[in-house]
């Protein structure tokens, strides 16, 4: 089983950033790919960037709405991910969760998720 902790959601005012943190602990080994996705109120939780668990070079990818703004990366030896969040909009405003996975393209743990909220 593997644990997952989202933490440094917040307000922050369009245009700020954010830095959030996802940290992993249990069976860190049976981690694959980590990623960030997001849920709005009335829409689809969608994924935001993702991350391969490995050594390097690391294979990230990002939805459309990242590119250029977010950055996803890791720190191996503090099972934890990062999600920073730069130029941040008011429809960046979204829970964010934490995922990881066993196989690529599968999700299998999940964080409780933090609050962004970006004001206009």
């Known amino acids: 089983q593997v644990q997952l902790v989202e933490s440094g959601g917040g307000l922050v005012q369009a245009g700020g950033s954010l830095r959030l943190s996802c940290a992993a602990a249990?069976?860190?080994?049976?981690?694959?790919?980590m990623g960030w996705y997001r849920q709005a109120p009335g829409k689809q939780r969608e994924l935001v960037a993702a991350i391969t668990n490995g050594d390097l070079p690391n294979h990230t990818d990002y939805a459309d709405s990242a590119k250029g703004r977010f950055t996803v990366s890791r720190d191996n030896a503090k099972n934890t991910m990062y999600l920073q969040m730069n130029s941040l909009k008011p429809e960046d405003t979204a829970v964010y969760y934490c995922?990881?996975?066993?196989?690529?393209?599968?999700?299998?743990?999940w964080g409780q998720g933090t609050q962004v909220t970006v004001s206009s």
């Open positions: 249990g069976r860190i080994r049976s981690i694959n790919h």
């Open positions: 995922a990881a996975g066993r196989s690529y393209g599968l999700w299998d743990w």
